[in-house]
Nanobody, 126 residues
Framework: QLHLVESGGGLVQPGGSLRLSCAAS????????VAWWRQAPGKEREGISCISSDDGETRYTDSVKGRFIISRDNAKNTVYLQMNSLKPEDTAVYYC???????????????????WGQGTQVTVSS
């Protein structure tokens, strides 16, 4: 059973950076794609980035493309999300999640993801 734990959230000023980590236990991430999602107050959960385990392909939603970078370290069983040029609208609880497959789907559908972390709060404010 795959268990995911996010860390690295916090309060940052607009224009600042944060790096989120998603540490896995219970199973190796070698066989799983991993995606980052976020949910702002009063809004639906939004898939923002995904990295495949089979070929390393990455996907980004338009709202974070060019600012966020997803990466993985299979030796550490961890996936990262480097967030740069943060904006107040990036404020949300950030989750990592894994579907039961090695390649990211083209679209982000929550029902495709079997494993979720508990989330970490990111607040962008001056």
């Amino acid at each position: 059973q795959l268990h995911l734990v996010e860390s690295g959230g916090g309060l940052v000023q607009p224009g600042g950076s944060l790096r989120l980590s998603c540490a896995a236990s219970g199973s190796t991430l070698d066989y799983y794609a991993v995606a980052w999602w976020r949910q702002a107050p009063g809004k639906e959960r939004e898939g923002i980035s995904c990295i495949s385990s089979d070929d390393g392909e990455t996907r980004y939603t338009d709202s974070v493309k060019g600012r966020f970078i997803i990466s993985r370290d299979n030796a550490k069983n961890t996936v990262y999300l480097q967030m740069n040029s943060l904006k107040p609208e990036d404020t949300a609880v950030y989750y990592c999640a894994a579907p039961p497959q090695a390649h990211c789907s083209h679209y982000f559908f929550p029902y495709e993801y079997d494993y979720w972390g508990q989330g970490t709060q990111v607040t962008v404010s001056s």
